[in-house]
Nanobody
C-alpha cells in the first residue's frame, strides 16, 4: 500500500486547507484511514480517522474545525481544515489501518510521506 499526501501549504490564521491522501490499493474501502501530525520538537499525534463504514473520530484539539472524509471510488481520503491557528502548524501524515472497522490513535500499518502545513499568525 502506498499513500501520497498532498495539499499542505502556508496559510494565515483563520484560513482553511484541504489535505488529500491518494492510496494505491485495490481494497481501499476496507481500510480505516487516519491523519496524524507532528510539530517541530513534538511527538506525533492523532488528528482524525474514518473507518471503513464511515464512522469518524477526532482529537479534541481539532473537533469542530476539521472534517475527515473518504471517497472509496477514487481511493482518496481528505482532511478539511478550517479556522486554522499557529498551533496547527505541523507535518501532516495520512495512514491506513488494515482493520477497517477500528481506529488506532497511536500507530498504523501504512504511512504516507507527509505534507507540511504552516499557519502564520
Amino acid at each position: 500500500v502506498q499513500l501520497q499526501a498532498s495539499g499542505g501549504g502556508l496559510v494565515q490564521a483563520g484560513g482553511s486547507l484541504r489535505l488529500s491522501c491518494a492510496a494505491s490499493v485495490r481494497t481501499f474501502g476496507t481500510y480505516a484511514m487516519h491523519w496524524f501530525r507532528q510539530a517541530p520538537g513534538k511527538e506525533r499525534e492523532f488528528v482524525a480517522a474514518i473507518t471503513s463504514s464511515g464512522s469518524t473520530y477526532y482529537a479534541d484539539s481539532v473537533k469542530g474545525r476539521f472534517t475527515i472524509a473518504r471517497d472509496n471510488a477514487k481511493n482518496m481520503a481528505y482532511l478539511q481544515m478550517n479556522s486554522l491557528g499557529p498551533e496547527d502548524t505541523a507535518v501532516y501524515y495520512c495512514a491506513a489501518k488494515r482493520m477497517g472497522t477500528m481506529i488506532d490513535k497511536t500507530s498504523s500499518d501504512y504511512w504516507g510521506q507527509g505534507t507540511q502545513v504552516t499557519v502564520s499568525s
